[in-house]
């Protein structure tokens, strides 16, 4: 690739391009089992797995896989929270060259099936609570003829792991449950005990399909993202080489972000694998205690992250007084992050956020700010080594818009997707000419830095003018008594649409209307400033705490048709 201006601005000892290596993710683990065998892989709670016994038993889980018909090229579906047993069967699909389809736990049958069915899954691999309270019913519409169960319990130590399925029985809904034998359900831990063998080891060519990440699509059915054995690699690679002074071996990654999600899976578990880093692992992100206790206990210096457990961190009671100095790295993806969360996050643990930007097709890291070099705050940051972009006006693809102007963000590099399992419409309208067509709207400055505006959804016209929810977003987010926000275009007789924010509070302080809109006043033209606003306890968010605006809308929609 010819030299682009966001090169200049590359930290010292970055290549523009790297030299990639063959190496698949199940050699970063073999590799790393080799060098730091000894040394933490995964901690969950009181359970701990070095590096060669976490080889050991994936490789042994792979050989257990493979008796029970797994062949390369099958598909392996994951139904886990962030657990030892996702990190293991993980690695022991993709050894024995199976494909793996990580799915979400909050999903319903309906989307289980839907999922696996369009994945052709042969296995699944699936915690006790979800085999009971979503699968067995309709086991026989799902084509896996096997399933392997985990339990939370069985990798806890004494005596956590006779504790833990009374309190786990107690949640609502319940997350244990005691699992009948019966043929083609096999049990996690006992099956790797029982199994004495290595897995066998094809060949696999790094353009072979390593996962199936699956996304919503155009037309609102969920679709997967074709990541080869060579796309996750060189996003490892590429990650490697942007983040300077790593100390492989020695770093300690916290992992709070679902596995299953590209994030949590590439930055937080391949990532950590491919450098020796241990893996504290969290399955509910939204548990601050356990957060917080996990940093202090294990004295993670990584956390890969989304600006609501930065902002849930700033507001943890108590967090000035705790001991968080060990963070040295953070990384923020998924939504943009409000400066004043930003600023206040550093002041607390002296660490420095980087934003970045990926997507499932992009494995997902595309670009980011250098961690030492020039950050520029509100921004992407930079396309990553072998990663090129254009701005492209929205109405006409074919004309690349100059340095400053809004349009639609289009990013090619190894990294990339080839495109949809099974969808050839889906993908000759997402990549066209080998370039990745975003759908997120963006501007591009004279050093290549990236800013994020909205996406061509979520855009909302009122009146004529565009207004992005992330930027009214952003200024609320400012104002001290308001903890979160999210912003909507609701229909409107005379502007078509106009502007809504959900709101959010801090804990007992109390806003008007016309409060916010004075403020806003400040910051935001006319046309941007909500017309109606609505206070709410919380917002919608995904498993990644990320803001469902798309449920706020649904809920608006339905108010106004009753």
């Given at each position: 690739?010819?030299?682009?201006?966001?090169?200049?601005?590359?930290?010292?000892?970055?290549?523009?391009?790297?030299?990639?290596?063959?190496?698949?993710?199940?050699?970063?683990?073999?590799?790393?089992?080799?060098?730091?065998?000894?040394?933490?892989?995964?901690?969950?709670?009181?359970?701990?797995?070095?590096?060669?016994?976490?080889?050991?038993?994936?490789?042994?889980?792979?050989?257990?896989?493979?008796?029970?018909?797994?062949?390369?090229?099958?598909?392996?579906?994951?139904?886990?929270?962030?657990?030892?047993?996702?990190?293991?069967?993980y690695h022991a699909a993709l050894m024995i060259g199976a494909e793996v389809v990580l799915t979400n736990p909050?999903?319903?049958?309906?989307?289980?099936?839907?999922?696996?069915?369009?994945?052709?899954?042969?296995?699944?691999?699936?915690?006790?609570?979800?085999?009971?309270?979503?699968?067995?019913?309709?086991?026989?519409?799902?084509?896996?003829?096997?399933?392997?169960?985990?339990?939370?319990?069985?990798?806890?130590?004494?005596?956590?792991?006779?504790?833990?399925?009374?309190?786990?029985?107690?949640?609502?809904?319940?997350?244990?449950?005691?699992?009948?034998?019966?043929?083609?359900?096999?049990?996690?831990?006992?099956?790797?005990?029982?199994?004495?063998?290595?897995?066998?080891?094809?060949?696999?060519?790094?353009?072979?399909?390593?996962?199936?990440?699956?996304?919503?699509?155009?037309?609102?059915?969920?679709?997967?993202?074709?990541?080869?054995?060579?796309?996750?690699?060189?996003?490892?690679?590429?990650?490697?080489?942007?983040?300077?002074?790593?100390?492989?071996?020695?770093?300690?990654?916290?992992?709070?972000?679902?596995?299953?999600?590209?994030?949590?899976?590439?930055?937080?578990?391949?990532?950590?694998?491919?450098?020796?880093?241990?893996?504290?692992?969290?399955?509910?992100?939204?548990?601050?205690?356990?957060?917080?206790?996990?940093?202090?206990?294990?004295?993670?210096?990584?956390?890969?992250?989304?600006?609501?457990?930065?902002?849930?961190?700033n507001n943890y009671p108590g967090i000035e007084n705790i001991d968080v100095s060990s963070l040295k790295s953070?990384?923020?993806?998924?939504?943009?992050?409000?400066?004043?969360?930003?600023?206040?996050?550093?002041?607390?643990?002296?660490?420095?956020?980087?934003?970045?930007?990926?997507?499932?097709?992009?494995?997902?890291?595309?670009?980011?700010?250098?961690?030492?070099?020039?950050?520029?705050?509100?921004?992407?940051?930079?396309?990553?080594?072998?990663?090129?972009?254009?701005?492209?006006?929205?109405?006409?693809?074919?004309?690349?818009?100059?340095?400053?102007?809004?349009?639609?963000?289009?990013?090619?590099?190894?990294?990339?997707?080839?495109?949809?399992?099974?969808?050839?419409?889906?993908?000759?309208?997402?990549?066209?000419?080998?370039?990745?067509?975003?759908?997120?709207?963006?501007?591009?400055?004279?050093?290549?830095?990236v800013r994020i505006v909205g996406r061509k959804k979520d855009m909302i016209s009122a009146g004529g003018f565009?207004?992005?929810?992330?930027?009214?977003?952003?200024?609320?987010?400012?104002?001290?008594?308001?903890?979160?926000?999210?912003?909507?275009?609701?229909?409107?007789?005379?502007?078509?649409?106009?502007?809504?924010?959900?709101?959010?509070?801090?804990?007992?302080?109390?806003?008007?209307?016309?409060?916010?809109?004075?403020?806003?006043?400040?910051?935001?033209?006319?046309?941007?400033?909500?017309?109606?606003?609505?206070?709410?306890?919380?917002?919608?968010?995904?498993?990644?705490?990320?803001?469902?605006?798309?449920?706020?809308?649904?809920?608006?929609?339905?108010?106004?048709?009753?």
């Amino acid at each position: 690739m010819d030299q682009r201006s966001w090169h200049a601005h590359y930290e010292d000892g970055v290549p523009s391009s790297i030299q990639y290596t063959s190496e698949t993710v199940v050699d970063f683990l073999e590799k790393t089992a080799q060098r730091f065998g000894d040394r933490k892989a995964v901690v969950f709670m009181n359970c701990q797995l070095t590096y060669a016994e976490l080889l050991d038993q994936a490789s042994r889980l792979g050989r257990a896989m493979s008796r029970l018909g797994v062949r390369p090229g099958k598909r392996v579906a994951i139904q886990l929270p962030t657990l030892p047993q996702t990190v293991i069967a993980y690695h022991a699909a993709l050894m024995i060259g199976a494909e793996v389809v990580l799915t979400n736990p909050l999903y319903t049958p309906r989307e289980i099936k839907h999922q696996w069915e369009d994945a052709g899954c042969c296995l699944a691999v699936v915690a006790d609570f979800i085999w009971d309270q979503k699968i067995r019913d309709i086991r026989g519409e799902l084509p896996p003829e096997n399933y392997i169960i985990a339990s939370i319990p069985e990798y806890l130590g004494f005596p956590l792991n006779l504790l833990a399925p009374l309190k786990l029985k107690k949640q609502v809904p319940p997350v244990w449950a005691k699992v009948k034998r019966e043929p083609g359900v096999y049990f996690f831990k006992e099956l790797i005990k029982k199994t004495t063998e290595q897995a066998p080891r094809p060949d696999i060519d790094g353009e072979d399909i390593a996962v199936l990440q699956y996304t919503g699509g155009t037309t609102g059915v969920s679709k997967g993202a074709i990541l080869s054995h060579r796309n996750l690699s060189v996003n490892v690679q590429q990650i490697n080489s942007w983040f300077t002074g790593l100390e492989p071996g020695r770093e300690v990654i916290l992992i709070c972000l679902p596995l299953f999600h590209v994030f949590g899976m590439t930055v937080g578990m391949n990532w950590a694998v491919s450098s020796g880093a241990a893996m504290v692992l969290m399955p509910n992100p939204r548990d601050f205690d356990s957060l917080v206790k996990n940093i202090t206990k294990h004295r993670v210096t990584l956390f890969p992250g989304v600006p609501a457990l930065f902002n849930g961190l700033n507001n943890y009671p108590g967090i000035e007084n705790i001991d968080v100095s060990s963070l040295k790295s953070c990384f923020s993806g998924s939504a943009p992050i409000a400066i004043d969360v930003l600023e206040r996050f550093e002041a607390l643990t002296g660490a420095r956020i980087v934003e970045g930007f990926g997507m499932s097709e992009t494995s997902p890291v595309a670009t980011v700010n250098p961690l030492n070099g020039l950050r520029k705050i509100g921004t992407v940051g930079i396309p990553v080594p072998d990663t090129d972009l254009r701005i492209l006006d929205p109405e006409d693809p074919s004309i690349e818009l100059p340095t400053g102007e809004e349009g639609e963000l289009v990013l090619r590099g190894p990294q990339v997707t080839r495109g949809y399992w099974k969808r050839e419409d889906e993908t000759s309208m997402t990549i066209i000419d080998g370039w990745l067509h975003t759908g997120d709207l963006a501007t591009l400055d004279e050093d290549g830095y990236v800013r994020i505006v909205g996406r061509k959804k979520d855009m909302i016209s009122a009146g004529g003018f565009k207004v992005y929810p992330d930027e009214v977003d952003s200024v609320l987010m400012a104002h001290p008594d308001i903890l979160e926000a999210a912003t909507i275009g609701i229909p409107d007789e005379k502007r078509g649409e106009t502007v809504k924010s959900f709101i959010v509070l801090q804990p007992g302080k109390s806003l008007t209307r016309d409060k916010i809109e004075v403020y806003c006043r400040e910051s935001l033209a006319s046309y941007k400033i909500p017309r109606e606003v609505e206070f709410l306890d919380e917002l919608p968010k995904s498993s990644v705490m990320k803001v469902l605006r798309r449920e706020l809308r649904d809920r608006e929609l339905a108010a106004r048709d009753q």
